[in-house]
């Protein structure tokens, strides 16, 4: 069983729905990312937190560490959001451990 | 503030090559990890490195090591490369004791 686990793993969506993707961890962290990574490779940085919520734009991250589980909401999709979107929780030792990623396709 | 750097971009070798992938990090950081990621899977920690040295190593061979330099770029060199070290590699930056990665967009290599 892997330490973080995302769900679902792939996911269609029209665009203008509401998306939430979900991450379990079984870990002790010190903190949590969410991560996005377009087809060229290149992973950029979403988030970062340890408690609580946070809201960029049209994204809301959510954690609840007592739960060990984080979701990462998108509201009013549209197809540029398309992409693989993977969480990664700082373990014990400072190291990251990724999830395997979900991937989101946004059909106009 | 510059963000991480890696080259090259792609990469075509033969097995049994050797090869060098090159990490610049992010102004201020200095940790370097290096991360593999197969094609449809998440990312796999290989190592890091800290002031030069190695600090936590994943579940890879002898033959992937690294190097850090005094201005905290890194490289990543692998050895009597194999068909299954195709992948995307990726290098992130960051400053013990704060938790922000930033990431490099990768080296795609792949092993013919």
């Known amino acids: 069983k892997n330490e973080v686990e995302q769900s679902p793993q792939n996911l269609t969506a029209q665009e203008g729905e509401f998306i939430t993707i979900n991450c379990s961890y079984s870990?002790?962290?010190?903190?949590l990312h969410w991560l996005q990574q377009h087809p060229g490779g290149g992973i950029v940085s979403l988030f970062m937190?340890?408690?609580g919520k946070k809201k960029h734009g049209r994204l809301i991250a959510t954690i609840n560490i007592q739960e060990k589980h984080s979701s990462l909401h998108i509201t009013a999709s549209h197809p540029r959001d398309s992409a693989v979107y993977i969480c990664?929780?700082?373990?014990?030792?400072?190291?990251?451990?990724f999830g395997t990623g979900t991937r989101l396709q946004v059909f106009p | 503030e510059t963000g991480v750097t890696q080259s090259p971009t792609h990469l075509i070798k033969t097995r049994g090559q050797q090869v060098t992938l090159r990490c610049s990090s992010q102004?201020?950081?200095?940790?370097v990890s290096w991360y593999q990621q197969a094609l449809g899977q998440g990312p796999q920690f290989i190592f890091q490195?800290?002031?030069?040295?190695?600090?936590g190593r994943g579940n890879f061979p002898p033959r992937f090591s690294g190097l850090q330099f005094p201005n905290y770029s890194s490289e990543l060199n692998v050895n009597a490369l194999e068909l299954d070290d195709s992948a995307l590699y990726l290098c992130?930056?960051?400053?013990?004791?704060?938790?922000?990665?930033?990431f490099g967009s990768g080296t795609r290599l792949t092993v013919v």
């Open positions: 937190l340890s408690s």
């Open positions: 990664a929780v700082i373990g014990g030792t400072d190291k990251l451990i």
């Open positions: 870990v002790g962290i010190s903190a």
């Open positions: 490195y800290y002031r030069e040295e190695e600090n």
């Open positions: 102004s201020g950081h200095n940790t």
């Open positions: 992130a930056s960051s400053q013990t004791g704060v938790y922000g990665y930033t």
